[in-house]
């Protein structure tokens, strides 16, 4: 680490000092209507703004589950930057691209500012008390199970307040919603480690088998995982660690493999067990099982090289502890759920379980743990839907509508609802259709807590507080809305809070104790809270409990070529974009995709031999049908996938949500199949099939490489040696 | 001005190259990158938009060329025609190098662009007449011109977005050339604070906005001339000398088993970033 | 003591040649050949210049001082402005540049030439000048010019040289 | 065939000359018409890059200069012949040059000044421009003396004030011809003001003799030093493809070959236009078209240096330009120069085309086309295939609006040149007459014609 003990001293002074000013002042959650306020000089303004002088308050990063800590430079009371905390051990001071960016969706000029009414085909902006009157309207003679709730991941105490809701509405029906989430691993994990999210160790392994799991990018905790893998690089001993990705589509961390395979597109549980076979160690069942998995017949089925399978095992064999990860490549088939299966039984081979992969710590407030999200609920939402099942529908800033197949027909089953409430940033595709969509504060307006779904050494729970006033008046936090919604149901024992912050504070001093505080007083130990922007616990760790088991553990042969849709369709995360919920902010619609460079816009990736097949070259427009619809896109020739395989992001393809969205490229869910995992019931995300046919036009690819691509063109620019030239462990 | 002043100056300024007699004294700032490390994933170039008020260009300038990332990250792929590429991809950040004997100073019309005692290489915005010389002759196209008025283009900083804007870095008008700085506001800053208390800055006291972001530490920065610091540690260990277009451990027979080089080096351009070369395991 | 102008016309540069050659051997009180003589021709005509004699020209002087003045001081002028005030440094490269300095005070030393001859010029040929008392388009034209400054004494015999060589035109000021 | 009838009268001389300055053909109006509607555009193009950015022209980050810079070394290098009309072969004692010098010399200045605009239209901040002037300001900030781009500034400037000078100087004489012959008026008052009262006395002609001669000896270097000086901003730069030792006496060579294309161009205009058909005679063109003949193949062997020596050479990335030049986006431009620039005036060498005026006016105004294309060829491919291959970028392609500011330029230098030529005398008059005096003379004293000598001293 570069922070030396002087810099973080210095954070810390100024940590201190500024969350005591905010929990004095409640920052975010008077308004000037209150009357609280008294007009002061700038020279003399609010205890937390100096002009001319950053302060820095810690809170949470939310652009995605992984939890980061967050430290916001504040100057005049704007937020300015936000970069890691160095206190939290998941992200450890440092912050990824698309956590930078949410500034810019704090600052969006895009984002809702008033309640809005459905009033035809336009929104009329009404009053917060007329809004929750409204639905208090609506729901008066609903039946518990008449109404619906459909979230993202949702953790800590707005968890709690939401199952308070719920309980006092009588309704069960909390769809947790995920368009981009493990859930086949977890699952799988579950049945193999007796958890679904162990703790990875890729620091400490030697070697990385990765199917296709893009922890540096976008899988589970990506900066967490990135500076493990930083780790795992440096090595013991000058021992460098090394990365084996085997996936259909490269990944970031695909392109940083030191070894990347080309996988038939849902041949990968087959690799595992004929890496299982080559190594020759397996006894019993597991023997049993990958007897008939010989190199030359996976080999044939997988596309993968007889000598890499036989080079894997050996520096599997011969390097230990190793780590084998299965990701969202192998999971999004049918038979995702054997692939994970075949994969993590690699571990057990190994003999990996407990050294890499180590027990996780949980919270030990379950009430706070996050409900994790998937695709089979939103599947299963639909299916109510559309029975009618359902007469009011509170929509929790998700957005399904752009996110489901467009088999779903989400849009049509959503009509079906009487009442559609969206908790919403910006008018995307899912708020449009609602009849009252309620704005929300930014997380840098907000007060909350999280519990991260991936925790790393400790248990924590992790503070989200504003870092500077609200920016539109109207906006309010999801807290206070479900707050405000509860006490229209139970106001009596929700009267002793004014707001969510007076609920979260309650909530907290109240478990004081157990949160490590107890020899503080209320004041201390709140504003020590604020300031650190984590609790740290001790929490209970669960032991794996999981087996070696095979049973029921059967792989398919490799599909055979569809005459009329010969070509897999992978519908890619990207890094930058994730699930589309952050196309709106600029810099990550300017930031190039890592591996194809290509900004604000979609685009298919098209192996070089497929593309000469097929006479196509960079920047023709191809139509791309499935059984399901077609659309048109821009091909990007590109070599890191299999032949068979074209991809195409997820993320653009925006009809609403704002400037910066809107109209940029196309959406891969509308022409995906509903084709499901047959044990868990998600999406499988690459079993759509589907043909290509040149439209005749042709553009060029808004990209920053140059024409050449990744050539130097004989310039010494981008070096690369292989190990034995090396010696790292002459290195600082 | 007087003939002594002129004498004493020119005498005493007659140097050749910076780093021939004392300049970089107390700090010559300069970075180091492993780009073993780097994984691409965009984080400091993001991190760079934010801390430098870098204008997003939108869809039809950046098809243009006309993008504004002091820092882009580059994706190379190996150059032999194998049908897949096995080992993957390298990414190299590339930014400013800040050049000891920098192209782009000499030819500037206006002396907008200079160096600095503490090794870097400025850019005057306000001097700046916009004639793009300096561009011309970077080796390393990292100077970005201001082809429109950006604050005032639509979209680029609309209400409220631009509250983000950091009021230590100036928002840059059309017709004026800029790049990467090291994030020259926070070393002031540092510089600055540190003079008050009668010291020089301490190793880790300041990082770029870039090194602070990367998820992997890839990046090191610091002051080249304080022993303590990571990236003379790493210059030393890797023997990399700033005032050579040529180093030793290059001319041995063989090579060396040493991967710090910096690109273009035989241009003379002493660049002030050391770059580790990508490794790759040789056994699979 | 007033003297009066007269301007005789010549077509042929011959016929002009010998009124010279006659006024120069003629002893004519009030008039001087030297000094009261000036031959204007249509043309920069070498015979003109050689049978009046060879007079010196100084423009070259000028040349000189202008050249080396120019270049001496955009050199000096240059490296001051570089070693004074802000000094702009310049990795690699001294703050004195040589190579650099000499390409302008090259540029220099052709603009002082160039600036100081034209100058030199415009002061030995007299210019900007008064118009001459007597002029004549044709000196334009083809016809060659001799314009005298004689007293009144002198007129008469000068007349009639002019006369003599049969000039084309002769025009005389008026009498005062 | 001789280049000037000897008997032609003196006074014929005044008159028809004298009468370019009243009534010119109806084709001059013509052409001033379209000139300044050309200007126009421009100047509307100008116009809106200065207000919206430089952006418009459709530069690039790589890729920062254009056809602007391509276009202003085209204008410097169109200067270049009038000097060499005017003052190296006048110090040669070629006297055939003495009924075209003027036009030419007046191309000089007009050509700079079209230049010095591209390079203040090229800066970013245009309204900044006096940053570059060493003036003694408050802060005491010079501009920077390394820069090869104030060389440039300076050396235009030299070379425009000299040309002025020098053109200034040689029209005295013909000035006061004008101001005899002119009828009363503000043209008259002006002329009047502009001979400097010259009579055309011993003492001036003295001083007038020397003095032409002196400048034209320090115009001479200075010429070749301004293009040389123009070269260095590419060579003294460190880009493959223009960090070439050739480039200095290239681009001279090259200057003068596309002035002496101009030159061509112009005089068949002017001839026609005013009427000068006696003047400038078929042989004198002939000498200029043997003289541009010439010149291109130096340049056509200064050209193969630089490619051999770029060929030959270790250094990847130049090569990697020449190739680029030769095979990619801008191939068709770069064999267009070859073509217009090393083919077409191998036309010049058939006898029969040397006096064929339709085959002249043509081949000149290809080979000043390929020429341009050269400047272009030069600038652009280093840009877009430079040192570092992330950035290379081979499909930008100029704006309208850059094209509309590079065509305004010439509506600009057109129209310079056709008010100058019908507000002065563009062919010398006194000097004319001076060749027909030494012909007849020459005649009278041996009977042969002068022609073959001077001649054998121009090539």
């Not at chain 1, 008033?114 to 085909?121: A, F, H, M, S, V």
């Not at chain 2, 190299?92 to 190098?97: G, I, S």
């Not at chain 4, 002496?260 to 042989?283: G, H, N, Q, S, W």
């Amino acid at each position: 680490m570069i922070d030396s003990e002087f810099d973080r001293r210095d954070f810390l002074k100024v940590l201190g000092w500024g969350g005591a000013a905010v929990a004095l002042s409640g920052c975010g959650n008077t308004s000037i209507e209150d009357g609280k306020e008294t007009i002061v000089s700038y020279v003399q303004a609010k205890d937390y703004v100096i002009p001319g002088v950053a302060v820095y308050f810690n809170s949470t990063c939310a652009q995605c589950d992984a939890g980061c800590s967050i430290t916001g430079k504040i100057r005049e009371g704007r937020v300015l930057k936000l970069e890691g905390n160095p206190e939290s051990p998941i992200n450890k001071g440092r912050l990824c691209g698309l956590g930078q960016a949410s500034v810019q969706h704090h600052y969006n000029p895009d984002r809702v500012r008033e309640p809005l009414l459905r009033q035809g085909d336009k929104g009329e902006a009404i009053s917060w008390e007329k809004a929750y009157g409204l639905i208090n309207e609506k729901l008066s003679g609903v039946k518990g199970e008449e109404i619906a709730f459909i979230t993202g991941d949702v953790s800590g105490h707005q968890k709690v307040l939401l199952g308070n809701y719920m309980d006092s509405l009588g309704s069960k029906n909390h769809f947790v919603y995920e368009a981009a989430a493990p859930a086949v691993v977890r699952a799988a994990n579950l049945k193999a480690y007796g958890v679904e999210m162990p703790r990875y160790r890729i620091d400490k392994a030697k070697v990385v088998l990765s199917f296709g799991a893009d922890f540096l990018g976008t899988w589970v905790s990506p900066v967490h995982f990135a500076q493990q893998y930083a780790a795992f690089r440096k090595g013991v001993d000058g021992q460098r660690g090394v990365l084996i990705q085997a996936e259909s589509k490269m990944t970031l961390t695909g392109a940083n493999a030191d070894r990347w395979l080309a996988v038939r597109p849902g041949t990968e549980g087959i690799l595992a067990l004929g890496i299982i076979n080559a190594l020759g160690i397996a006894t019993g069942d597991v023997a049993q099982l990958v007897k008939d998995y010989d190199k030359a017949r996976v080999s044939r089925d997988t596309g993968v090289e007889p000598s890499h399978i036989d080079k894997i095992a050996a520096i599997l064999r011969l390097r230990s502890p190793s780590l084998v990860l299965a990701g969202s490549a192998a999971e999004g088939y049918v038979h995702g759920m054997q692939n994970a299966e075949a994969i993590n039984l690699l571990n057990y081979v190994l003999g990996n379980v407990g050294k890499t992969i180590e027990s996780p710590v949980s919270v030990p407030f379950p009430q706070l743990a996050p409900s994790k999200g998937n695709t089979a609920s939103l599947k299963r939402l639909n299916d109510d839907l559309a029975a009618g099942k359902y007469k009011v529908l509170f929509n929790i800033a998700t957005n399904p509508v752009f996110t489901a197949p467009a088999s779903y027909k989400f849009g049509d089953s959503m009509a079906k609802a009487g009442f559609k409430v969206a908790f919403a940033h910006y008018l995307d595709e899912t708020a449009l259709q609602a009849d009252l969509v309620l704005p929300l504060d930014s997380e840098m307006e907000d007060w909350g807590t999280h519990v991260p779904e991936y925790l790393t050494e400790t248990a924590q729970i992790n503070i989200q507080q504003p870092l500077m006033e609200r920016l539109h008046a109207n906006t309010r936090g999801m807290g206070d809305i479900l707050l405000a919604l509860v006490k229209q149901r139970k106001p009596e024992e929700y009267k002793a809070f004014d707001d969510y912050y007076g609920y979260l504070r309650g909530a907290m001093l109240q478990n004081k104790g157990a949160l490590g505080g107890a020899e503080k007083d209320d004041d201390n130990f709140w504003n020590d809270t604020l300031s650190n922007g984590i609790v740290k616990l001790s929490g209970p760790s669960s032991a794996l409990s999981g087996k070696a088991d095979v049973a029921g553990l059967k792989l398919p042969a490799p599909r055979e070529a569809d005459k009329e849709y010969p070509l897999r369709l992978i519908a890619s995360v990207t890094s930058n974009l994730r699930d589309g919920r952050h196309t709106n902010q600029p810099w990550i619609q300017e930031s190039p995709d890592p591996l194809t460079t290509i900004v604000w816009d979609s685009w298919i990736e098209m192996h070089p031999k497929k593309a000469a097949e097929l006479g196509i070259v960079e920047g023709d427009i191809v139509k791309v049908t499935s059984r399901t619809g077609s659309i048109s896109a821009q091909v990007y020739v590109f070599p890191g996938i299999h032949p068979e395989a074209v991809s195409i992001p997820i993320g653009r393809g925006h009809e609403a949500m704002g400037r910066y969205a809107k109209g940029y490229g196309v959406n891969p869910f509308s022409i995906m199949d509903s084709v499901f995992e047959s044990t868990t019931g998600e999406l499988a995300m690459h079993e759509t099939n589907v043909n290509i046919a040149k439209t005749g036009q042709r553009v060029i690819v808004v990209k920053d490489e140059g024409p050449v691509g990744g050539k130097q063109m004989g310039a010494r620019i981008a070096v690369s040696r292989s190990t034995d030239q090396v010696d790292l462990s002459k290195e600082v | 001005m007087s003939v002594t002043n002129l004498l004493d100056n020119w005498a005493e300024v007659r140097h050749f190259h910076p780093i021939d007699d004392k300049p970089h004294d107390p700090y010559k700032w300069a970075m180091s990158i492993d780009l073993d490390a780097c994984i691409g994933c965009n984080a400091c170039a993001v991190a760079c938009y934010a801390e430098n008020n870098l204008p997003v260009v939108g869809r039809e300038k950046f098809q243009h060329g006309q993008v504004m990332h002091w820092m882009r990250i580059e994706r190379y792929w190996n150059e032999d025609d194998r049908e897949f590429p096995d080992q993957g991809a390298e990414f190299l950040p590339m930014m400013c190098q800040q050049c000891e004997a920098a192209p782009c100073e000499t030819v500037c019309p206006v002396g907008a662009t200079n160096h600095t005692q503490d090794g870097l290489n400025s850019q005057i915005y306000n001097r700046c007449i916009g004639s793009r010389y300096c561009s011309a002759n970077c080796p390393y196209k990292v100077r970005y011109f201001n082809w429109y008025d950006y604050p005032t283009t639509d979209n680029v900083w609309p209400a409220e977005m631009n509250y983000q804007l950091n009021p230590d870095v100036t928002v840059r008008g059309k017709g004026v050339m800029e790049k990467c700085t090291f994030c020259v506001q926070r070393l002031r800053a540092a510089e600055v604070t540190a003079k008050g208390e009668g010291r020089i800055v301490r190793e880790g006291e300041v990082q770029t906005a870039c090194q602070q972001s990367c998820p992997t530490n890839a990046i090191s920065f610091g002051n080249l001339v304080d022993p303590e610091s990571r990236v003379y540690k790493q210059w030393k260990a890797q023997q990399v000398d700033l005032a050579k277009d040529e180093q030793e451990k290059d001319k041995q027979e063989g090579g060396s088993d040493l991967r710090g080089y910096r690109i273009l080096e035989d241009l003379r351009t002493y660049p002030s970033v050391m770059y580790l070369e990508r490794v790759r395991e040789s056994a699979v | 003591m007033s003297k009066r102008h007269l301007l005789a016309l010549y077509g042929d540069f011959d016929q002009a040649e010998a009124v010279v050659k006659e006024l120069r051997n003629t002893k004519i009180t009030g008039f001087d050949v030297n000094d009261d003589m000036i031959v204007k021709s249509p043309i920069e005509h070498p015979e003109v210049e050689k049978f009046l004699g060879e007079k010196p020209v100084y423009v070259q002087w000028f040349t000189l001082i202008g050249a080396v003045i120019g270049g001496s001081l955009g050199f000096l002028g240059i490296s001051s402005a570089q070693a004074n005030f802000f000094m702009q440094m310049k990795g690699g490269k001294p703050i004195v540049p040589l190579p650099a300095n000499f390409v302008l005070t090259y540029e220099l030393f052709i603009l002082g030439g160039v600036y100081i001859t034209v100058l030199g010029f415009l002061i030995c040929s007299g210019l900007p000048a008064k118009r001459s008392p007597l002029y004549n388009a044709k000196v334009s034209v083809d016809n060659i010019g001799i314009l005298v400054k004689a007293e009144e004494a002198a007129v008469a015999v000068l007349k009639a040289i002019f006369a003599k060589h049969q000039a084309i035109e002769i025009q005389e000021e008026a009498g005062k | 065939m001789k280049d000037i009838r000897e008997d032609i009268a003196w006074a014929k001389i005044n008159q028809d000359v004298m009468k370019s300055l009243e009534n010119p053909r109806p084709m001059y109006w013509v052409i001033l018409f379209f000139a300044a509607l050309v200007l126009a555009v421009g100047i509307g193009c100008e116009v809106y890059q200065y207000r919206t950015g430089m952006g418009v022209a459709n530069l690039d980050n790589p890729h920062v200069w254009g056809l602007y810079i391509g276009t202003f070394i085209f204008w410097i290098g169109m200067s270049h012949s009038g000097t060499l009309l005017s003052a190296i072969l006048h110090l040669m004692h070629a006297d055939w040059r003495k009924p075209i010098y003027r036009f030419a010399e007046a191309m000089t200045t007009f050509s700079l000044m079209t230049a010095g605009l591209f390079v203040l239209m090229h800066l970013g901040r245009l309204w900044q421009f006096y940053y570059a002037v060493p003036y003694p300001n408050e802060r005491w900030a010079w501009p920077n003396f390394q820069s090869p781009l104030i060389w440039d500034a300076m050396a235009m400037f030299t070379y425009l004030s000299s040309s002025v000078l020098f053109l200034f100087i040689g029209m005295i004489p013909d000035i006061a011809i004008a101001r005899d012959n002119m009828h009363s008026g503000w043209r008259k008052k002006l002329y009047t003001l502009l001979a400097l009262g010259w009579e055309g006395t011993d003492r001036q002609w003295r001083n007038f003799r020397m003095t032409y001669l002196t400048v034209a000896c320090f115009l001479i270097p200075l010429a070749v030093s301004v293009h040389s000086i123009v070269a260095s901003d590419f060579a003294v730069s460190q880009q493959p493809g223009w960090h070439v030792t050739s480039f200095p006496p290239y681009f001279v060579a090259g200057a003068l070959y596309s002035g002496c294309a101009a030159i061509i161009t112009l005089f068949i205009i002017l001839r026609y236009v005013f009427k000068f058909e006696d003047y400038m005679t078929l042989p004198i063109l002939k000498k200029v078209v043997r003289l541009t003949f010439a010149i291109a193949m130096v340049w056509t062997y200064l050209n193969c240096v630089e490619f051999a020596s770029v060929w030959y050479s270790h250094d990847a990335a130049s090569k990697g330009v020449l190739i680029q030049k030769m095979t990619g986006a801008y191939a068709p431009f770069w064999w267009a120069m070859i073509f217009c620039g090393s083919i077409v005036p191998l036309i010049f060498a058939v006898k029969r085309f040397q006096t064929n005026i339709p085959v002249i006016f043509a081949t000149s105004l290809l080979m000043n086309l390929g020429m341009w294309l050269e400047r272009w060829m030069i600038v652009s491919p280093t840009f877009s295939h430079g040192y570092y291959p992330w950035t290379w970028d081979h499909d930008q392609w100029p704006s309208m609006i850059q094209w509309g500011i590079v065509f305004g330029s010439f509506g600009w230098f057109t129209l310079l040149f056709m008010v100058f030529c019908k507000m002065f005398p563009s062919v010398s008059m006194y000097e004319v007459k001076e060749m027909v005096y030494h012909r007849s003379l020459h005649l009278k004293q041996n009977g042969t014609p002068v022609e073959q000598t001077v001649e054998q001293g121009v090539h």
